[in-house]
């Protein structure tokens, strides 16, 4: 495995430089009001991650049953990345049955990487207030933006132009004993001038797996009138909190390198009737091709989900270019996609989408999508990828 250095130095530098320069040009950032006194505070709350790759894994264990500040744990194989979200109802042995039977698939055990801890930093808690406040300002209509972005692509995907997204997608979204399952297997075929290589420098790229609530639920995040805005769908996670797993690996047994993968946890921007479930890359260009064909990448997510209220959802699926504000630093939902005034220069669209929600398609349920036939929905035989 690749060795990896700790990413928190430098993410607490890239938070202070940040906060520097956004406040500096946005006065309304610089000067933003604390919360209503006696209101609850729904900014997102900071976590760092703490390196414990020197540790055994009962080393690391014993860390978490001793420290109640450890909300989750991150681990990599070769070719492998993933974070683990504690069940705070659970004990320590608990929780390790618990992991253990996620990663059960790989055979093999990985190595923890890293404590995922809750943090009052300042820095750390800036950089994500500064994301927070920048889904307001200056465009405060960027939920909505999306959501018309994704009504007004009518039915025919937007892909087969979009020469940084995938070419070939299948997402399966299933109930499983441990939680709702989203599995998704992508594709980028150079020989159809399709790569990752494409994605511009400055930028990472995020795949979205949208879900639509039924309830009726308006207003803005994190202010949401009529529904829980968290659970009312057919898969839920805590407000800008983890799922219970996720991994995303490349099953060729390529590397995936410093490509950064990470899993989109603020959700500030979400319409209150939106809920994404999003891995995302900071660093695309930095992914390794398959061995052998170094024009192919193949990659494959699984996110297990907490049950929500609804027994389905409507969903939507984009490939999502989002600025890469971490200034070379480890990437993270708190330092990715800060920079919303910047435009997306290109080649493609600004958000590739391989399905939209006028389709009415619902999780659970499956979508195959290539930019030969377009995408396709089925229920049956929709399970496990692995």
């Not at 404590?115 to 465009?139: C, G, N």
């Not at 795949?207 to 803005?220: K, R, Y």
């Not at 999003?278 to 052998?292: D, H, M, T």
């Not at 939209?356 to 036939?373: E, I, K, L």
Request: net charge negative; hydrophobic share 30%; proline share 8%.
């Amino acid at each position: 495995m690749q060795a990896r250095t700790s990413g928190v130095p430098k993410l607490l530098g890239a938070a202070a430089i940040l906060t520097a320069v956004l406040c500096a040009s946005s006065p309304s950032i610089a000067n933003a009001e604390p919360s209503t006194p006696g209101a609850p505070d729904s900014r997102p709350s900071a976590t760092v991650t703490e390196d414990v790759q020197a540790l055994s894994p009962d080393e690391a264990w014993k860390r978490i049953a001793s420290q109640t500040d450890v909300v989750g744990i991150r681990f990599e194989y070769s070719n492998a990345v993933g974070e683990f979200r504690l069940d705070t109802t659970r004990s320590a042995d608990q929780n390790r049955v618990g992991f253990e039977q996620q990663v059960s698939p790989y055979r093999t055990a990985p190595v923890i990487t890293g404590l995922i801890r809750s943090s009052s930093d300042p820095s750390v808690t800036r950089l994500r207030e500064i994301k927070f406040e920048r889904s307001k300002f200056p465009v405060a209509s960027l939920a909505l933006g999306r959501t018309q972005r994704n009504q007004a692509g009518g039915l025919q995907p937007s892909a087969v132009g979009d020469l940084y997204a995938p070419n070939y997608s299948a997402v399966q979204a299933y109930d499983a004993p441990d939680g709702r399952h989203i599995d998704h297997e992508f594709e980028w075929d150079g020989s159809q001038g399709h790569t990752p290589m494409e994605v511009p420098a400055g930028w990472g790229i995020e795949n979205d797996i949208v879900l639509h609530s039924d309830s009726t639920i308006v207003g803005s995040r994190p202010v949401c009138v009529g529904g829980d805005k968290d659970y009312d769908y057919w898969a839920g996670r805590p407000e800008n909190g983890l799922p219970r797993f996720w991994v995303l690996e490349q099953p060729s047994g390529a590397a995936l390198g410093d490509a950064d993968p990470y899993f989109d946890t603020i959700n500030s921007s979400d319409g209150c009737g939106d809920l994404t479930m999003s891995i995302g890359i900071g660093y695309p260009k930095r992914l390794n091709a398959q061995s052998g064909n170094p024009n192919y990448w193949l990659l494959r997510s699984r996110i297990v989900a907490d049950p929500g209220h609804h027994p389905s959802s409507v969903m939507h699926g984009i490939f999502d270019p989002v600025t890469n504000d971490c200034l070379g630093s480890t990437a993270t939902s708190s330092c990715m996609g800060l920079d919303f005034d910047r435009p997306f220069p290109g080649p493609g669209s600004d958000g590739s989408w391989f399905f939209n929600s006028d389709r009415g398609w619902r999780a659970p349920g499956c979508v195959s999508y290539d930019t030969y036939s377009g995408p396709y929905y089925y229920t049956e035989w929709c399970g496990p990828i692995w």
